[in-house]
Protein backbone atom coordinates (compact mmCIF):
# COMPACT_ATOMS: atom_id res chain seq x y z
CA UNK A 1 0.00 0.00 0.00
CA UNK A 2 1.56 3.25 -1.01
CA UNK A 3 0.75 6.67 -0.21
CA UNK A 4 0.70 9.71 -3.03
CA UNK A 5 2.00 12.97 -1.82
CA UNK A 6 -0.69 14.72 -0.22
CA UNK A 7 -2.14 11.77 1.64
CA UNK A 8 1.60 11.11 3.20
CA UNK A 9 1.48 15.07 3.98
CA UNK A 10 -1.84 14.64 5.87
CA UNK A 11 -1.48 11.82 7.73
CA UNK A 12 1.71 13.03 9.03
CA UNK A 13 -0.26 15.84 10.77
CA UNK A 14 -2.08 13.54 13.26
CA UNK A 15 1.44 13.56 14.91
CA UNK A 16 1.43 17.48 14.64
CA UNK A 17 2.27 19.61 18.39
CA UNK A 18 -1.79 20.32 18.00
CA UNK A 19 -2.62 17.04 18.37
CA UNK A 20 -0.98 16.32 21.09
CA UNK A 21 -2.13 19.72 22.68
CA UNK A 22 -5.66 18.71 22.29
CA UNK A 23 -5.28 15.12 23.83
CA UNK A 24 -3.79 16.35 26.54
CA UNK A 25 -6.37 18.96 27.21
CA UNK A 26 -9.45 17.73 25.53
CA UNK A 27 -8.70 13.71 25.53
CA UNK A 28 -9.99 14.29 22.51
CA UNK A 29 -9.26 16.42 18.63
CA UNK A 30 -11.49 17.09 16.06
CA UNK A 31 -8.23 17.67 13.80
CA UNK A 32 -7.63 13.63 13.90
CA UNK A 33 -10.60 13.03 12.84
CA UNK A 34 -10.96 15.53 9.89
CA UNK A 35 -7.62 13.66 9.26
CA UNK A 36 -8.99 9.71 9.34
CA UNK A 37 -12.05 10.78 7.70
CA UNK A 38 -10.29 12.23 4.26
CA UNK A 39 -8.09 8.79 4.70
CA UNK A 40 -9.53 6.06 2.74
CA UNK A 41 -6.32 4.27 3.84
CA UNK A 42 -7.32 4.11 7.25
CA UNK A 43 -11.22 4.98 7.60
CA UNK A 44 -12.12 2.14 5.36
CA UNK A 45 -9.55 -0.42 5.94
CA UNK A 46 -9.32 -0.73 9.37
CA UNK A 47 -12.63 0.66 10.98
CA UNK A 48 -12.71 -1.29 13.69
CA UNK A 49 -9.61 -0.47 15.57
CA UNK A 50 -8.53 2.59 18.34
CA UNK A 51 -7.16 5.97 17.72
CA UNK A 52 -3.48 4.61 18.72
CA UNK A 53 -3.87 1.39 16.68
CA UNK A 54 -4.61 4.42 13.68
CA UNK A 55 -1.76 6.50 14.60
CA UNK A 56 0.36 2.90 14.00
CA UNK A 57 -0.98 2.30 11.10
CA UNK A 58 -0.78 5.72 9.70
CA UNK A 59 3.19 5.66 11.08
CA UNK A 60 3.89 2.30 9.06
CA UNK A 61 2.84 3.98 5.80
CA UNK A 62 4.72 7.42 6.26
CA UNK A 63 7.86 5.63 7.12
CA UNK A 64 7.51 3.04 3.94
CA UNK A 65 6.74 6.41 1.81
CA UNK A 66 9.35 7.84 -0.47
CA UNK A 67 7.63 11.36 1.28
CA UNK A 68 9.09 10.65 4.49
CA UNK A 69 8.57 13.77 6.77
CA UNK A 70 10.44 15.02 9.86
CA UNK A 71 8.38 13.30 12.38
CA UNK A 72 9.56 9.76 10.65
CA UNK A 73 13.16 10.96 11.33
CA UNK A 74 12.35 12.92 14.90
CA UNK A 75 10.70 9.19 15.84
CA UNK A 76 13.28 7.07 14.84
CA UNK A 77 15.77 8.73 16.76
CA UNK A 78 13.45 8.70 19.76
CA UNK A 79 12.44 4.97 19.32
CA UNK A 80 16.34 3.90 18.39
CA UNK A 81 18.68 5.99 20.61
CA UNK A 82 16.74 7.78 23.35
CA UNK A 83 14.11 4.91 24.23
CA UNK A 84 16.61 2.21 22.61
CA UNK A 85 20.23 3.00 23.62
CA UNK A 86 19.22 4.72 27.16
CA UNK A 87 16.76 5.30 29.45
CA UNK A 88 14.62 8.25 30.40
CA UNK A 89 16.33 7.62 33.68
CA UNK A 90 19.66 8.77 32.43
CA UNK A 91 19.43 10.28 29.33
CA UNK A 92 17.55 13.46 28.90
CA UNK A 93 16.09 15.08 25.17
CA UNK A 94 15.71 18.70 24.85
CA UNK A 95 13.69 19.20 21.32
CA UNK A 96 14.37 22.08 19.22
CA UNK A 97 16.83 24.10 21.15
CA UNK A 98 17.77 27.44 19.58
CA UNK A 99 21.65 27.96 19.46
CA UNK A 100 22.47 31.12 17.57
CA UNK A 101 20.04 31.91 14.25
CA UNK A 102 19.65 27.91 13.85
CA UNK A 103 17.09 25.46 16.03
CA UNK A 104 18.55 22.05 16.76
CA UNK A 105 16.10 19.43 15.67
CA UNK A 106 16.74 17.16 19.02
CA UNK A 107 19.38 16.84 21.51
CA UNK A 108 19.94 14.00 23.67
CA UNK A 109 21.95 14.51 26.72
CA UNK A 110 23.48 11.50 28.43
CA UNK A 111 27.25 11.73 29.15
CA UNK A 112 27.71 14.28 26.86
CA UNK A 113 25.30 16.50 24.66
CA UNK A 114 24.43 14.76 21.21
CA UNK A 115 22.65 17.39 18.97
CA UNK A 116 20.69 16.09 15.34
CA UNK A 117 20.01 18.08 12.67
CA UNK A 118 16.97 16.60 10.77
CA UNK A 119 17.00 16.93 6.90
CA UNK A 120 13.75 15.12 6.11
CA UNK A 121 13.10 13.82 2.03
CA UNK A 122 11.57 17.29 1.71
CA UNK A 123 14.17 19.62 3.62
CA UNK A 124 16.74 21.51 1.55
CA UNK A 125 20.15 20.89 2.47
CA UNK A 126 20.95 25.00 1.76
CA UNK A 127 21.51 26.34 4.96
CA UNK A 128 22.55 22.94 6.60
CA UNK A 129 26.58 24.54 7.14
CA UNK A 130 24.91 27.18 8.75
CA UNK A 131 23.20 25.08 10.94
CA UNK A 132 26.01 22.63 11.43
CA UNK A 133 28.22 26.08 12.47
CA UNK A 134 25.67 27.24 15.23
CA UNK A 135 25.37 23.77 16.74
CA UNK A 136 29.11 22.97 17.14
CA UNK A 137 29.25 25.75 19.40
CA UNK A 138 26.76 24.10 22.00
CA UNK A 139 27.34 21.23 21.49
CA UNK A 140 29.86 18.21 21.79
CA UNK A 141 28.11 16.24 19.24
CA UNK A 142 26.57 17.01 16.23
CA UNK A 143 25.22 14.76 13.99
CA UNK A 144 22.74 15.37 10.65
CA UNK A 145 20.96 12.41 9.83
CA UNK A 146 19.45 12.42 6.05
CA UNK A 147 17.96 9.68 3.36
CA UNK A 148 20.36 7.65 1.38
CA UNK A 149 20.61 9.79 -1.13
CA UNK A 150 21.83 12.93 0.33
CA UNK A 151 25.14 11.00 1.67
CA UNK A 152 27.59 12.39 -0.28
CA UNK A 153 26.73 16.14 -0.44
CA UNK A 154 25.78 16.37 3.29
CA UNK A 155 29.82 14.78 4.17
CA UNK A 156 30.77 17.04 1.53
CA UNK A 157 29.02 20.12 3.59
CA UNK A 158 30.11 19.47 6.85
CA UNK A 159 33.42 19.44 9.24
CA UNK A 160 34.82 15.88 9.62
CA UNK A 161 34.07 15.75 13.22
CA UNK A 162 29.68 16.22 12.42
CA UNK A 163 28.55 12.52 12.30
CA UNK A 164 26.27 12.01 9.26
CA UNK A 165 23.36 9.37 9.89
CA UNK A 166 21.39 7.84 7.48
CA UNK A 167 17.80 6.30 7.87
CA UNK A 168 17.14 3.28 5.92
CA UNK A 169 13.93 1.84 4.21
CA UNK A 170 13.77 -0.26 7.04
CA UNK A 171 13.52 1.92 9.74
CA UNK A 172 17.31 1.24 10.97
CA UNK A 173 19.59 4.40 11.67
CA UNK A 174 23.02 3.74 10.19
CA UNK A 175 26.14 5.65 10.85
CA UNK A 176 27.97 6.70 7.63
CA UNK A 177 30.64 8.63 9.55
CA UNK A 178 31.50 8.75 12.93
CA UNK A 179 30.57 12.09 14.59
CA UNK A 180 33.88 13.66 17.24
CA UNK A 181 33.12 14.11 20.48
CA UNK A 182 34.94 17.68 20.77
CA UNK A 183 33.25 19.86 24.34
CA UNK A 184 36.61 21.63 24.17
CA UNK A 185 34.95 23.71 20.94
CA UNK A 186 31.92 24.74 22.38
CA UNK A 187 31.55 28.29 23.40
CA UNK A 188 30.86 29.79 27.09
CA UNK A 189 28.32 32.11 25.73
CA UNK A 190 26.91 30.18 23.28
CA UNK A 191 26.07 27.73 25.89
CA UNK A 192 24.66 30.03 28.13
CA UNK A 193 22.30 31.46 25.83
CA UNK A 194 20.35 28.15 25.80
CA UNK A 195 19.75 28.10 29.55
CA UNK A 196 17.75 29.18 32.33
CA UNK A 197 19.17 32.16 35.01
CA UNK A 198 18.55 29.98 37.31
CA UNK A 199 20.58 27.16 35.63
CA UNK A 200 23.33 29.21 34.26
CA UNK A 201 23.80 30.19 38.13
CA UNK A 202 23.95 26.24 39.46
CA UNK A 203 26.39 25.75 36.59
CA UNK A 204 28.85 28.62 38.51
CA UNK A 205 28.37 27.33 41.42
CA UNK A 206 29.97 24.36 40.72
CA UNK A 207 32.64 25.46 39.15
CA UNK A 208 33.18 27.54 42.21
CA UNK A 209 32.14 30.84 41.26
CA UNK A 210 29.83 33.38 42.09
CA UNK A 211 28.02 36.45 40.85
CA UNK A 212 27.32 39.33 42.44
CA UNK A 213 23.43 39.96 43.90
CA UNK A 214 21.88 42.03 41.10
CA UNK A 215 18.54 43.18 40.28
CA UNK A 216 16.30 40.91 37.74
CA UNK A 217 17.27 43.52 35.24
CA UNK A 218 20.99 42.65 35.30
CA UNK A 219 21.26 39.28 35.74
CA UNK A 220 21.67 38.30 32.29
CA UNK A 221 24.33 41.08 32.09
CA UNK A 222 26.57 39.22 35.09
CA UNK A 223 25.93 35.84 33.90
CA UNK A 224 27.73 36.69 30.51
CA UNK A 225 30.49 38.36 32.21
CA UNK A 226 31.33 35.45 34.53
CA UNK A 227 30.21 32.84 31.45
CA UNK A 228 33.17 34.51 29.19
CA UNK A 229 36.28 33.86 31.73
CA UNK A 230 35.46 30.16 31.54
CA UNK A 231 36.67 27.03 30.47
CA UNK A 232 34.36 25.64 27.37
CA UNK A 233 34.90 21.92 28.20
CA UNK A 234 33.95 22.65 32.01
CA UNK A 235 31.01 24.90 30.69
CA UNK A 236 29.78 21.97 28.70
CA UNK A 237 30.00 19.27 31.20
CA UNK A 238 28.36 20.85 33.95
CA UNK A 239 25.54 22.15 31.43
CA UNK A 240 25.18 18.60 30.64
CA UNK A 241 24.86 17.48 34.62
CA UNK A 242 22.20 20.49 35.19
CA UNK A 243 19.91 20.48 31.93
CA UNK A 244 19.53 16.27 32.96
CA UNK A 245 18.27 17.29 36.21
CA UNK A 246 16.60 20.47 35.38
CA UNK A 247 14.68 19.22 32.55
CA UNK A 248 14.75 15.47 32.98
CA UNK A 249 11.74 13.13 32.03
CA UNK A 250 12.20 9.81 34.19
CA UNK A 251 8.62 10.73 35.56
CA UNK A 252 7.38 10.54 31.61
CA UNK A 253 9.10 6.68 31.52
CA UNK A 254 6.32 4.51 32.64
CA UNK A 255 3.52 6.88 30.44
CA UNK A 256 5.73 6.76 27.45
CA UNK A 257 5.77 2.69 27.43
CA UNK A 258 1.89 2.79 27.75
CA UNK A 259 1.39 4.53 24.46
CA UNK A 260 2.26 3.25 21.06
CA UNK A 261 5.69 3.76 19.62
CA UNK A 262 4.63 5.74 16.97
CA UNK A 263 3.44 8.35 19.14
CA UNK A 264 5.86 8.55 21.70
CA UNK A 265 8.77 11.53 20.23
CA UNK A 266 5.41 13.37 20.36
CA UNK A 267 3.96 12.68 23.65
CA UNK A 268 7.80 13.38 24.89
CA UNK A 269 8.09 16.45 23.50
CA UNK A 270 4.67 18.10 24.98
CA UNK A 271 5.94 17.13 28.35
CA UNK A 272 2.48 16.37 29.92
CA UNK A 273 1.29 16.33 33.59
CA UNK A 274 -0.27 13.50 34.97
CA UNK A 275 -3.53 14.70 34.56
CA UNK A 276 -2.56 15.22 30.88
CA UNK A 277 -0.93 11.92 30.26
CA UNK A 278 -4.17 9.85 31.39
CA UNK A 279 -6.51 12.03 28.92
CA UNK A 280 -3.68 11.45 26.04
CA UNK A 281 -3.82 7.37 27.11
CA UNK A 282 -7.84 7.59 26.82
CA UNK A 283 -7.71 9.56 23.66
CA UNK A 284 -5.33 6.92 21.87
CA UNK A 285 -7.59 4.49 23.47
CA UNK A 286 -10.81 5.38 21.76
CA UNK A 287 -12.57 3.42 19.21
CA UNK A 288 -11.89 5.03 15.60
CA UNK A 289 -15.70 4.75 15.03
CA UNK A 290 -16.31 6.92 17.95
CA UNK A 291 -13.57 9.47 17.27
CA UNK A 292 -14.40 10.01 13.45
CA UNK A 293 -17.18 12.35 15.36
CA UNK A 294 -15.29 13.92 17.73
CA UNK A 295 -15.84 17.91 17.51
Given at each position: MKLNRIEAASLSKLFAATVMRDFAKHARSPQVAGIISNSRTISETAPEISVGSAFELAFSLLRRSQFRCDYVYRSALVQKLLLGRHTLSTATLLNEVRTGTAVADLTILNGTSTAYEIKSDRDSLKRLDHQVRNYRKVFATVNVIVNQS??????????????????????????????????????????????????????????????????????????????????????????????????????????????????????????????SQERIKLALNTPLTEALAWK
Amino acid sequence: MKLNRIEAASLSKLFAATVMRDFAKHARSPQVAGIISNSRTISETAPEISVGSAFELAFSLLRRSQFRCDYVYRSALVQKLLLGRHTLSTATLLNEVRTGTAVADLTILNGTSTAYEIKSDRDSLKRLDHQVRNYRKVFATVNVIVNQSRVSETINRTPPDVGVLTLSDKFTIQTIRQPIDSPHRTDPIAILDILRANEAITILERLDRHIPAVPNTQIRSELHRAFSTLDPAAVHDQMVNVLKKSRSQAHLRDFVSSIPNSARAAALVSNPSPDSQERIKLALNTPLTEALAWK
